[in-house]
């Protein structure tokens, strides 16, 4: 398992350049909680970059990400990996539930990722200096980036450290 390899993988499943993107973004926040956790960024940054590859084929629940882990698996993949990209699913806690601290913030990255990213894109300096401050008020803005399900943030962010809140609910994104 490499990231070459792993991005690869994702430009043959997913010609979605939005799609693409999230997976990116996801690899970048994944990498950066890593960091700061003291994990394995290549592992965490693989699983962000990998966590919806199978979606723009299998997007359905009850394909993905169970036809992406097949892959995967066949691949030679980590299981800790593969078991990280099940527990993204909400429709498969009762199988791979969260339990581990890779879970838990893949999870956390998935949706906010999003939001980050809305954020950052009206900014004219970009993601450079953006500050959380900034996120949380577009958080809070009902109309701003109506994609990002809200309560999935509240719900994947870390149990300390945070006081977000939710003020809607949306359909979730990728
Ligand atoms: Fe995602």
Not at 102 to 130: F, H, N, Q, S, W
């Amino acid at each position: 398992m490499n990231r070459p390899d792993a991005y690869a993988l994702l430009c043959e499943y997913v010609s979605d350049i939005s799609l693409r993107r999230h997976c990116l973004s996801v690899e970048a926040a994944m990498r950066a909680y890593a960091q700061k956790l003291g994990h394995d960024e290549e592992t965490w940054g693989v699983v962000g970059l990998l966590h919806d590859f199978d979606y723009e084929r299998w997007s359905e629940p009850a394909d993905d990400p169970l036809r992406g882990s097949e892959i995967l698996r066949a691949k030679g993949y980590p299981e800790d990996v593969i078991t990280c990209i099940l527990s993204h699913a909400d429709y498969l806690s009762d199988r791979y539930p969260r339990r581990t601290v890779m879970e838990k913030r893949l999870y956390a990255c998935d949706e906010i990722t999003g939001l980050v990213t809305a954020t950052a894109i009206l900014r004219p300096t970009g993601i450079g200096d953006l500050t959380a401050a900034s996120v949380k008020k577009k958080m809070k803005a009902k109309g701003f980036a109506k994609g990002v399900n809200r309560d999935d943030v509240v719900r994947g962010r870390p149990t300390s450290g945070s006081n977000w809140t939710t003020t809607s609910s949306s359909s979730s994104t990728r």
